[in-house]
C-alpha cells in the first residue's frame, strides 16, 4: 500500500536496477532542461569541489546564490531583483551541485520559472511583494510531497507513487511567496546519517568528495554546502538536519514536536509519534532559521493541522542583550564515545571564549545514561520488528544497503512488540524525560561533570566554572556527533544527536571553525581508556587528519522542550560576542 496522500500508478512489476535506471533518467533530464546550458565540468576535479561552481555561473548568478536567504528577501521584496532572475540563478547553480555530488531527485525549472514570472508579474501590478518569502528560492527533501510529483521517499518499489497535494508546510511557504526549484536525495529507509540509495546512488561531501554528505537530509546539506541553495526544507528523527548541516558547514535546527506540520510526507513511520519526527529547516545562515520557523508558525498551521500546539512565534521574548544572565553547559562528551579532536578543539575554544564574556557563566554538564536513551530509542523507532522496511524492499528485490542493515537487522533492539512491551518502552521514554528534566533543574546547585577516561596527557577540555549558582541552565553546549564527514557505511553512532529527538528538545547546529591536520593530529588512546566499544569504533574512525583537513567544524546548541526561539537567540547572542565561525566563511 503506498503511504495516505500519494496515488500508485498501476504498472508492471519491475526490479529495483530498471527503476533506477528510469529515476537516473528523469533526474538528468530534469537537468538538461536548464538554460542556458551550463559549461563542462573540468576534467579534473579536486577532492574540495567547493570552489568550482563560481568558475562556471557569471558575475550576476554568483552574487545572487551566495546571499545568505535574509537578505535575498529584501532584494526580492525591494525590487533588485526579480523571483525569475533569482530562481534561473539557483537553477543553474543546483544543477551544478548534483553533477559534483549527486545530491538532487530532479530539478523543476518548468515549474519554478513559472512560479517566478507570476510573481514579477503580481509585484509588477501590486507594486508590493506577495508576502515575506516573495521570490524566495527554496530546496525541499524528496519526501515531502509535491502535488502531481512522485513521492517515493527513497524506495525504488514507490517510485510510481504521486502525491495527491503539496504537505502542509510547503503550502504555507508557497503562500508566503517562496519558489520550490530543486527536490534533494535521502537514503533507502530514511535512517541512515548518510544518504545512500539504489535509485540515486551515493551523496558525497562538496569539502571532500571522497566522504559522506551525512543524511538524511543530505542532498539538501550537499546542496548548500555548494550554495545551490540558501534555504532548504529537511526533516530530523534522529539527527537528520543537524547532522548534514554539520558536516557541510551550514546551520540547522531541529525544532520541537508539533511546531512545524508534517501532513503530506512520505514515511513508513509517518503518524507514528514514538520518537517525534521534524520538519525544519536548513540554511547558509543562523537568520535563516528563524526566517523559516517565523513564516511557518505565524501562519497558524494548527488550524488546519490540529496536532500542531497553537504556541505562536515569540523571539521577543528571548531577546539576548549584553545585560542579560545567561548559562550555558558544556558536555564534552556523552560518556559513550569521544569526540575526535578537531571537535574537541572547537567546544574547547568556544567554551573558554565565552567564559570570558561577563554575563556568562559557563557550567559543566554531565551526559545523563545517553546508552539508556539510544536503548529506548532503538526499540522505539521499530516497534514491527522492521518488517515494514523489509516488506517494502522485498516488492521490487531491492537489496538492503549496509547501513539500514545496521539499524534494523544488526540492532539488537529491534524487536516485533507486543502492545505491552511496546507500552513499556513508552513508559521507559516518559520516565527517561523525567529524569532528564530533574537532572536540568538541579543545575541550580552545581554538579560536576566527572572525569574523562585516561588519554595520556591530553588535557581534560575547557576550564568550566563548576560550582554552580541559583539559577538553572539555559542551554547546553555539545558535539553534533564524534567527528566531521566521515567516510562512506561508517556513521553508525547517532548518540549525539538523536537523545534530543527523544527528549524532544528543539537544536541548533552551527559551523565553528575548519579541521587543521597541523592542530587536530591523530594520537593512540590505551585500549582500557575507551568508553566503550561503540568509542573505541568511532576513535579508529579518525585515522588520517590529513584526509579531514578544512573540512567543517561543527557544533550543537540545545533547550528545554519549546524553546525553540531561546535555542536561536542564544545562538545569535553567541555570534555577535565570538564572532563565529572562528575560521572565516565557510
Known amino acids: 500500500m ?117 510573481l514579477d508579474t503580481y509585484y509588477t ?126 546551520y540547522g535546527l531541529k525544532p520541537t514536536g508539533f511546531r512545524i506540520p508534517t501532513d503530506g510526507w512520505s514515511s513508513i513511520a509517518a503518524g507514528a509519534d514514538n520518537v517525534i519526527s521534524c520538519i525544519g529547516p536548513l540554511s547558509t545562515s543562523l537568520a535563516g532559521l528563524s526566517l523559516f520557523m517565523r513564516v511557518v508558525i505565524t501562519a497558524k498551521p494548527w488550524l488546519v493541522e490540529p496536532a500542531m500546539i497553537p504556541l505562536p512565534w515569540t523571539p521577543q521574548a528571548h531577546a539576548i542583550t549584553a545585560t542579560t544572565k545567561l548559562r550555558i553547559g ?32 559557563v557550567v559543566p554538564w554531565k551526559a545523563h545514561v545517553h546508552d539508556e536513551a539510544w536503548a529506548i530509542l532503538s526499540s522505539l523507532y521499530y516497534p514491527d520488528g522492521g518488517r515494514g522496511d523489509a516488506e517494502i524492499l522485498a516488492q521490487t528485490d531491492e537489496p538492503w544497503r549496509p547501513l539500514t542493515e545496521w539499524i534494523i537487522k544488526e540492532n539488537p533492539c529491534v524487536k516485533d512488540l507486543s502492545p505491552a512491551e511496546l507500552g513499556y ?19 541550580g546547585s552545581g554538579f560536576g561533570m566527572g572525569s574523562r577516561p585516561g588519554i595520556g596527557s591530553r588535557p581534560d577540555g575547557p576550564g568550566v566554572d563548576g560550582d554552580g549558582g541559583d539559577d538553572t541552565v539555559d542551554v547546553i553546549l555539545c558535539p553534533v556527533g564524534p567527528g566531521v564527514a566521515n ?40 585500549r582500557a581508556s575507551f568508553m566503550s566499544g561503540a568509542d573505541e569504533q568511532a576513535w579508529r574512525l579518525y585515522d588520517d587528519a590529513q584526509e579531514f583537513h578544512g573540512l567543517p567544524v561543527s557544533l550543537q546548541l540545545v533547550s528545554r522542550r519549546f524553546e525553540d526561539e531561546k535555542v536561536l537567540a542564544v545562538l545569535d547572542y553567541i555570534h555577535r560576542v565570538v564572532e563565529l565561525p572562528f575560521c572565516g566563511k565557510i
Not at 500508478?9 to 533518467?25: F, L, M, N, Y
Not at 571522497?210 to 529537511?234: D, I, M, N, P
Not at 562528551?333 to 564574556?357: Q, Y
Request: one cysteine or more.
Open 425 to 443: 518502552w513508552l513508559e521507559e521514554r516518559e520516565e527517561y524525560r523525567r529524569e532528564y528534566a530533574a537532572r536540568w533543574n538541579a543545575t
Open 125 to 250: 501590478t501590486h507594486k508590493r511583494p506577495i508576502g515575506p518569502l516573495h521570490g524566495l528560492p527554496i530546496s525541499v527533501k524528496e519526501h515531502l510531497g509535491m502535488k502531481s510529483l512522485r513521492l517515493h521517499a527513497g524506495y525504488s518499489a514507490w517510485w510510481d507513487n504521486i502525491a495527491s497535494d503539496d504537505a502542509h508546510v510547503l503550502k504555507i511557504l508557497w503562500n508566503a511567496g517562496a519558489v520550490f526549484y530543486v527536490r534533494t536525495t535521502e537514503p533507502q529507509s530514511m535512517m541512515h546519517l548518510e544518504t545512500d540509495s539504489v535509485l540515486y546512488g551515493v551523496t558525497v561531501c562538496p569539502f571532500n568528495t571522497a566522504l559522506s554528505a551525512g543524511g538524511s537530509s543530505g542532498g539538501e546539506g550537499a546542496l548548500l554546502g555548494l550554495r545551490g541553495s540558501c534555504l532548504g526544507v529537511g526533516t530530523d528523527v534522529g539527527g537528520s538536519i543537524r547532522n548534514p548541516a554539520a558536516l557541510n558547514g551550514l
Open 2 to 118: 503506498p503511504p495516505r496522500g500519494v496515488k500508485n500508478k498501476k504498472r508492471k512489476k519491475r526490479t529495483w536496477d530498471e527503476i533506477g535506471q528510469e529515476a537516473h533518467a528523469h533526474r538528468d533530464a530534469s537537468v538538461d532542461e536548464v538554460r542556458p546550458s551550463l559549461p563542462q565540468l573540468p576534467a579534473t576535479l579536486p577532492k574540495d569541489v567547493t570552489g568550482v561552481p563560481e568558475t562556471l555561473l557569471d558575475e550576476f548568478e554568483n552574487r545572487i546564490t551566495q546571499e545568505p536567504p535574509e537578505r535575498l528577501v529584501e532584494m526580492l521584496a525591494k525590487g533588485e531583483v526579480t523571483a525569475t532572475a533569482a530562481t534561473n540563478a539557483f537553477l543553474r547553480r543546483a544543477a551544478i551541485a548534483q553533477e559534483l555530488t549527486n545530491c538532487i531527485t530532479e530539478l523543476l525549472p518548468q515549474r519554478a520559472l513559472a512560479r517566478a514570472a507570476y
Open 487 to 526: 567516510r562512506h557505511n561508517t556513521a553508525k553512532y547517532w548518540g549525539y544527536t538523536a537523545v534530543w529527538n527523544l527528549l524532544d528538545y528543539p537544536a541548533a547546529v552551527f559551523p565553528v571553525d575548519k579541521v587543521d591536520a597541523r592542530v587536530d593530529v591523530v594520537y593512540s588512546r590505551p
Open 330 to 361: 558544556v558536555m564534552l562528551h556523552d560518556d559513550i564515545v569521544l569526540p575526535h579532536p578537531p571537535i574537541t578543539r572547537a567546544l574547547t575554544l568556544l567554551s573558554e571564549k565565552l567564559a570570558a564574556v561577563p554575563n556568562v557563566t
